[in-house]
T-cell receptor, first 115, second 113 residues
Framework: DGGITQSPKYLFRKEGQNVTLSCEQN?????MYWYRQDPGQGLRLIYY???????QKGDIAEGYSVSREKKESFPLTVTSAQKNPTAFYLCASSRTGHQDNYGYTFGSGTRLTVV | QKEVEQNSGPLSVPEGAIASLNCTYS??????FFWYRQYSGKSPELIMF????GDKEDGRFTAQLNKASQYVSLLIRDSQPSDSATYLC?????????????FGKGITLSVRP
């Protein structure tokens, strides 16, 4: 079955540490997205990519970095510059040019906690 | 700044009642609109999308779109306890080459048995 896989499900980060969240999809979707969700804040866009080797900043990109070397993969690195990283991170994908009509498919999420 | 607002909530209805969830958006050029359901601790799942004015029905769910007034709503008929979740409205505020969805903060619905 096609879908999006996020790993790990839970992640603990120490102060000053960089961590990488994995997102892999086998839906043959061109576009991929990273959102952050905090209680009462809804989903806020961190980064998105419409095509391999290209990505754009979203509304809250500071302290995060991404890469898109393969169509199937869009890993997110939470750097030590992100001062409040504790949140639920969601990866999503869609067909380019069709997300207007079909929306996104989401992964199951990664819950990151600073310890 | 272009926005999607869901200001009402939390919402509590008795089992069997109609739940009405509302959403407004700031950009008249928006063309596509989505409702996602999110259970506690889980990721959002798409339940409805609409892009033409009027009503769109799917089982117990009806999405209503009024582009002139810039609002989209979701009606849930015969509400069940299993409908208890947070409902997120999403709008494509930037149609075109860098298309992406903007989400509202969500409305939490509780259906009382």
């Amino acid at each position: 079955d096609g879908g999006i896989t996020q790993s790990p499900k839970y992640l603990f980060r120490k102060e000053g540490q960089n961590v990488t969240l994995s997102c892999e999809q086998n839906l043959n979707h061109d576009a991929m997205y990273w959102y952050r969700q905090d209680p009462g804040q809804g989903l806020r866009l961190i980064y998105y990519s419409q095509i391999v080797n290209d990505f754009q900043k979203g509304d809250i990109a500071e302290g995060y970095s991404v890469s898109r070397e393969k169509k199937e993969s869009f890993p997110l690195t939470v750097t030590s510059a992100q001062k409040n990283p504790t949140a639920f991170y969601l990866c999503a994908s869609s067909r380019t040019g069709h997300q207007d009509n079909y929306g996104y498919t989401f992964g199951s999420g990664t819950r990151l906690t600073v310890v | 700044q272009k926005e999607v607002e869901q200001n009402s909530g939390p919402l509590s209805v008795p089992e069997g009642a109609i739940a009405s969830l509302n959403c407004t958006y700031s950009d008249r050029g928006s063309q596509s609109f989505f409702w996602y359901r999110q259970y506690s601790g889980k990721s959002p799942e798409l339940i409805m999308f609409i892009y033409s004015n009027g009503d769109k029905e799917d089982g117990r769910f009806t999405a209503q779109l009024n582009k002139a007034s810039q609002y989209v709503s979701l009606l849930i008929r015969d509400s069940q306890p299993s409908d208890s979740a947070t409902y997120l409205c999403a709008v494509n505020l930037y149609p075109g080459a860098n298309s992406k969805l903007t989400f509202g903060k969500g409305i939490t619905l509780s259906v009382r048995p």
